[in-house]
């Protein structure tokens, strides 16, 4: 079984400046992957970024990155020079590689961040 | 997004009656699942499905069954709806091995 806590419910950050989102990933599998997922107030679920357990580099999609700390079982997101359309709730998600787990994700509770002008 | 589409996206009802949600999907995804958002839960899984009539227990499946009788549409139906069903509904898909699931837009149902 995997675990994932996001211990952040809400998060608030000014226009232009860096936030990082917590999130703890728990699991006896050797692969897999990690989501940040965001969840605007339009209620759609978009996927911000991806990461492998197995690569070193952490994952980077233009202003957002991961912190992935595999021992510590840490994978947290920056957002860099935030901007009001950044405003969401943010949920970090773990998947179990292989097999037919494909879509089976397990989600954290989310973090609701709003962005200030 | 990814072409799929839920119906309805709102609905009231009320307790004991049955409920269907359906999901549509237009790019021949193999794998669909249907979650459910709650606050403080995230989304968690009820039920999925790897191919057509091939179907599958997720962690909160009790009180849902699901069928997929083509490879576009997933239903999810509410037997007898109680007030704990009371949530926001996704359905989602996916067509491989990466993991990156396409959402739908969700539908809130409410059950008094």
């Known amino acids: 079984a995997q675990t994932v806590t996001q211990s952040q419910p809400e998060m608030s950050v000014q226009e232009a400046e860096t936030v990082t989102l917590s999130c703890t990933y728990d699991?006896?599998?050797?692969?897999?992957?990690l989501f940040w997922y965001k969840q605007p107030p339009s209620r759609q679920m978009i996927l911000v970024i991806r990461?492998?357990?197995?690569?070193?580099q952490n994952a980077t999609e233009n202003r957002f990155s991961v912190n992935f700390q595999k021992a510590a079982k840490s994978f947290s997101l920056k957002i860099s020079d935030s901007q009001l359309g950044d405003t969401a709730m943010y949920f970090c998600?773990?998947?179990?590689?292989?097999?037919?787990?494909?879509?089976?994700?397990?989600f954290g509770q989310g973090t609701i961040l709003t962005v200030h002008p | 997004d990814a072409g799929i589409t839920q119906s309805p996206r709102h609905k009231v009802t009320e307790t004991g009656t049955p409920v269907t949600l359906r999901c549509h999907q237009t790019?021949?995804?193999?794998?669909m699942y249907w979650y459910r958002q709650d606050p403080g839960h995230g989304l968690r899984l009820i039920h999925y499905?790897?191919?057509?009539?091939?179907?599958d227990k997720g962690e909160v499946s009790d009180g849902y069954s699901v069928s997929r009788s083509k490879t576009e549409d997933f239903l999810l139906t509410l037997e007898s709806a109680t007030s704990s069903q009371t949530s926001v509904y996704f359905c989602?898909?996916?067509?491989?091995?990466?993991?990156?699931?396409?959402f739908g837009e969700g539908s809130r149902l409410t059950v008094l």
């Open positions: 998600a773990g998947l179990k590689a292989g097999g037919t787990s494909y879509g089976k994700l397990t």
């Open positions: 699991t006896s599998e050797s692969n897999y992957y």
């Open positions: 990461q492998e357990a197995y690569k070193q």
């Open positions: 790019e021949n995804h193999r794998y």
């Open positions: 499905s790897y191919g057509v009539k091939d179907t």
């Open positions: 989602a898909a996916t067509g491989g091995y990466t993991g990156e699931l396409f």
